[in-house]
């Protein structure tokens, strides 16, 4: 046989083995990708929390709420069948009531048919369509003694963060506009509000802020006045007509860039503010406020195990901090005692933490399956709660 032939005749068998090779790496990359596995709840090298994470192992919708109506029984929306039955996912969410004080759950009616939109001391705001007008209708009350809650006019909104009850939309967060006159009113919750009064560029905007303005030539004036980074100045007010205290606080306005979510927690009754984005050259910013308008700002841990600019969120409970993070790491949770952190779960939690209104109690939806995050069925999704007073008992 030639030479040539011979080399010829070997490269064919070397790339006929190269094929099968390519085709039993494929099958094992398709198999492994369609494997749901379980992920284990921790991570290497970071201490845990000794609070014990509880998994009721009811599945739960990936999008509604989760509240708290009073400090057992928690709402949430699943179906029927409590597990992601493919007819029961279909045909429809429940509006689901586990009492963790006796592990009873009850349903409290299809969430399609009557939208719980906020909860606050076992009364819950709901709104339903009526079939006869065609349009819907508002009742509010305990679960099952509601009653009708119209609104007063048009130009009132639920206020879904505080009182759960009708305000002006113009003193509402999510109503307010980007061209507004100063000074403008942001209430909180009874008599309490916000009152901004000046605005300025921000002289030293986070980093995320920082890239508008690498090509502002390309931008239109009325975007380049929407997205450059500007701070603004505010005032507390107890009750309209008091003594305002001004805040030590620069927020961040309808930029965002330096943005406060402000929460008030029952138990402390007191409002706490601090920034979503998290640097390693910024430390988190962080304040209680309580209702007569005291001012305490609360110091974080300067260096955390998280990677520089992630998205965080802070939910104060009894024992300290529970911090969720996501955005640029894999999303974990943390809890912050006494300048210590300690991993509290890994791994997805889906939507906002929910705390009990005496901070007892945290709970979430979470997954240990990442490939299924964005599946409406993932079954391995459930309820999970954290308890950290060890006086209670979670069943």
Sequence with gaps: ????????????????????????VACLAVAFYFKRPTLPLFSQGLSRSDYKVVDSGFWVSPTRKILWLDNHRIMFQSNQTLSPDRYDYEGGFKNVVWDTSDGT??????WKKSRIVCAKEDQVVCVKMDPLKNQTAWYRGPLGYLKPYPRPDEDMIIDKEFDCAWEPK??????????????????????????????????NPMPHCRLMDIIPERRTQAEIARQTPFIEKAIYYERAGGEGIPLPINFGGWSKCKLYTIRYIEWKTAYFLYTGKYYDEYPIRAWWINSKGRIVEKKFPVKLPILSGSEISIYPVKPGYFLKVWGAQRPNAYLIEDDKIKELIKYPIIGRVSVSPDGCKAAFAHTTNIRKLAFGNDKDRTIKIINFCKNEVIK
């Design 105 to 110: 759950v009850s349903f409290a009616g299809s």
């Design 170 to 203: 113009k003193d509402i967060w999510d109503y307010l506009g980007v061209s507004r006159p100063y000074p403008w009113k942001y209430r909180l919750c009874g008599m309490n509000y916000l009152e901004f009064v000046e605005r300025e560029i921000d002289p």
């Design 1 to 24: 046989m030639p030479i040539v032939a011979l080399k010829k005749s070997k490269l064919l068998k070397n790339v006929l083995k190269l094929r099968w090779l390519i085709i039993l």
